[in-house]
């Protein structure tokens, strides 16, 4: 109730209550349009469990493409910290050599306090020409921390020489990390950056009769072979998956493709919503986390394509891989039947987690996102009213006027005559995203950019059997005698997306809240009170 919610922020100052009262809501279906305040500044000196600018761009959408050289231009732990810990797998395939993959590998100038006096923009051109004579690759991203913007390093004017000196790509994202108020901001640069400087300069349309790229999956644990082993099943050709095991041959032929499909809106639908300007490709949301949800969103693909014989084989396919792991799934649900869990993620997992945890009769009593905007959690209706603020204004958004050579109407890109696709759009939400609030219940609570005390505090309140969250926080929770499990990273396993995924989660859940090791535990500091 709003008195309870009292509680959690009675400790706060006047206006420091006043500006995270509104980052809070209880779902209440009888008010028409409930309202959050999503992708503003963190007040200073709380405590947030969001990450920067550099991060939504490097760590998050460039750090992916496998078969280039990411330089940071920054400080190792920048680099250090950006490499490895999210988990996003990758591996060689027919047109990217083992040689080609270069995500094992760490790349940074390591600026020193020399380099931030003098400027660091020497260094980065001999880095650049080191790593062009060690390992060939066919382009190079450069992504800017912090100090650069601040000493002013043209990292721009570096790359647009090394393209001419080597002859390969080299892209510059000024993405340092204090743009914008939380990695969203990267996000967009990311977007921008590829879809001026890659998307659209292939030529390749691979052969099959649906071909399909799947957008904003990041492979964390394998997601991503996963789900495109389901779609390739179905009778799908994947074109590219951006940006998880993708590379940026795949991604220069993004374009030639038949229908995008977005798995995370916030962190790609940029892309999605320029290719559909530029090219007139549709974009259907998708969720391939949990069973029912696979299911729905694989016939909803299907349904856009119209074809009998596709739609049969989906149906079969949904149809052999339920009976394989519903069993298993049953066996679990036994456990964590009734279970109740705190969802807090970045800026999607927290909706799309929320139906594999139905598929195992457990309830999200909250759920929140760290750098969600209004529209992920209220649905793309509100873009319209969502004002721009310095912040925002601070990325460009980029408007594309249709290309002479490939733009087609979206019903001649599906294949089917204008009214049967006007139809289609009222059946499946081609092109739009309801947001996460609609799917949850009356009572559960929504929070945005949750800080320490809160979450300490709506532990203690609403006492979850487990809480979903990430690499900082899940710490928190142990210290309360809570499980968690990272929702992030998957800690050390995966994938979790899929029907293959659903029974791994399933068993990891199942272990946790079974296995009350946190609450039983007493820590040092509180076994020798002072
Ligand atoms: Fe999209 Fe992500 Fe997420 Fe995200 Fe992220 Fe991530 Fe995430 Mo961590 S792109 S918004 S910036 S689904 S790294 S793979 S888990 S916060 S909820």
């Known amino acids: 109730t709003d008195e309870r919610l009292e509680e959690v922020l009675v ?11 509104k980052h809070l809501l209880i779902k209440n279906s009888a008010e028409a349009c409930q309202q959050i305040e999503a992708n503003t500044r963190t007040i200073p000196g709380i405590i947030s469990q969001r990450g920067c600018c550099f991060a939504g761009c490097k760590g998050v959408v460039i750090g992916p493409i496998k078969d280039m050289i990411h330089i940071v231009h920054g400080p190792v732990g920048c680099a250090y910290y950006s490499w490895g810990t999210r988990r996003n797998k990758a591996r060689a395939d027919e047109t990217t050599p083992p040689e080609n993959v270069y995500l094992p590998l760490c790349f940074t100038t390591d600026m020193q306090e020399s380099d931030i006096v003098f400027g660091g923009e020497k260094k980065l051109a001999k880095m650049i020409d080191e790593v062009v004579e060690i390992f060939h690759p066919r382009a190079i991203s450069i992504c800017a921390t912090c100090p650069v913007g601040l ?44 879809m001026v400087n890659a998307v659209g300069k292939g030529t390749v349309r691979k052969s099959g009769k649906y071909v399909i790229n799947i957008l904003g999956e990041y492979n964390i644990g394998g997601d991503g072979w996963e789900i495109e082993r389901i ?10 998956i951006l940006p998880g095991d993708g590379s940026i041959l795949n991604i220069r032929n993004l374009h030639l493709a038949d229908l995008n499909l977005v798995q995370c809106h916030r962190s790609i639908n940029y892309i999605a919503g320029m290719m559909e300007a530029r090219y007139g490709m549709p974009w259907l949301k998708v969720n391939f986390i949990g069973v029912s ?11 856009c394509f119209g074809d009998e014989s596709l739609i049969q084989r989906t149906e079969e396919v949904i ?18 039947q009734g279970k109740t869990a705190f969802v807090f993620v970045g800026g999607s997992r927290s909706h799309h987690y929320q139906y594999l945890l139905r598929d195992l ?8 996102y760290e750098f969600a905007h209004r529209d992920d959690y209220e649905g793309r209706e509100v873009l319209p009213t969502i004002k721009a603020d310095a912040d925002s204004k601070n990325i460009p958004d980029l408007h594309f006027e249709p290309d002479d050579e490939f733009y087609q109407e979206g019903h001649v890109y599906l294949n089917m005559p204008k009214e049967k696709y006007d139809e289609l759009r009222k059946r499946i939400p081609l092109g739009y995203y309801e947001g996460m609030i609609k799917s949850m219940e009356d009572g559960q609570l929504i929070i945005d950019d949750v800080n320490h005390h809160e979450f300490e505090e709506i532990v203690r309140m609403l006492k979850p059997d487990i809480v979903f969250t990430g690499v900082r926080d899940k710490y928190i929770s142990h210290k309360m005698g809570v499980p968690s499990r990272q929702l ?3 800690d050390y396993t995966g994938p979790y997306a899929g029907f293959n995924g659903a029974m791994i989660f399933a068993r990891e859940v199942a272990n946790a809240v079974t296995t009350p090791a946190w609450r039983l535990v007493t820590a040092p500091w509180e076994a020798q009170k002072e």
């Open 361 to 368: 009769g457990m309830e999200t009593v909250v759920a929140g």
């Open 11 to 21: 400790t706060y100052p006047d206006n420091v209550k006043k500006n995270r009262k």
């Open 293 to 303: 949800a696979c299911a729905r969103s694989l016939r909803e693909v299907a349904q």
């Open 231 to 240: 779609l390739k099943e179905c009778g799908y050709t994947i074109n590219c």
């Open 488 to 490: 992030h990273s998957y």
């Open 151 to 194: 000493i002013g390093d043209d990292i721009n004017a570096v790359a647009r020489a090394a393209q001419e000196r080597h002859g390969i790509q080299v892209l510059a994202f000024n993405c340092e990390g204090y743009k914008g108020v939380s990695q969203s901001a990267g996000h967009h640069i990311a977007n921008n950056g590829l």
């Open 319 to 336: 149809a052999r891989e339920t009976a394989r792991v519903m069993p298993v799934i049953e066996h679990y649900r036994k456990i964590c």
